[in-house]
């Protein structure tokens, strides 16, 4: 006989999605590991409510940077309907920020997950360098992104840009080096 499986009550859902949405701005805020009670309190829950939606750290990790992974491979395709190609190139640059931001605050808790094989690290690489892909092929055929660039080129761009300028405290430094970073994007007039 197969387990029963439920459909999450409405506020049960609500309140995961909160917790996680306050796990990311906290994450991204920290210089280190917040601990799960400051994580609660900021998004106004008992401890024990946290544990129900995440009983580990490690689950409440790989949540939030499973979330992030998708906002950033649907961001590219939601940012193009919407948005001619260089300009939602820039904007999904920002979400990259976020991500790495967001990584800050949980590296320690990541790393150990990496290396034990409970995240694929190698998975999540594929799956950005295809939304970058998808952005660079879109603007190669409207002609406002040039048509030579990789995705291996912009993330390894993107990469120097926030090791240099981390996001929140260089926010004006990196939107500087990213706008830079677009103008060399762009097919010479």
Do not use: C
């Amino acid at each position: 006989m197969e387990p029963e499986t439920r459909t999450p009550r409405a506020d049960a859902t609500r309140n995961r999605d909160q917790l996680l949405a306050v796990a990311t701005r906290v994450f991204m805020a920290a210089d280190t590991e917040p601990s799960m009670r400051a994580i609660a309190r900021e998004a106004g829950v008992g401890i024990a409510t946290l544990y129900r939606h995440f009983p580990t750290r490690e689950s409440l990790v790989d949540a939030v940077y499973r979330d992030q992974v998708v906002r950033l491979t649907a961001g590219a395709r939601d940012l193009l309907a919407e948005l001619p190609p260089a300009a939602a190139m820039r904007r999904w640059m920002d979400l990259f920020g976020d991500w790495i931001a967001t990584k800050n605050g949980m590296l320690d808790t990541l790393l150990s997950m990496v290396q034990a094989g409970e995240i694929a690290h190698a998975q999540t690489r594929t799956e950005l360098l295809t939304a970058i892909t998808t952005i660079l092929d879109a603007g190669g055929g409207a002609g406002d992104l040039r048509p030579d660039v990789t995705a291996e080129d912009v993330a390894a761009a993107l990469v120097g840009i926030f090791t240099v300028a981390p996001r929140p405290t260089r926010e004006a430094g990196a939107a500087r080096l990213l706008n830079l970073l677009m103008d060399g994007l762009r097919p010479p007039r």
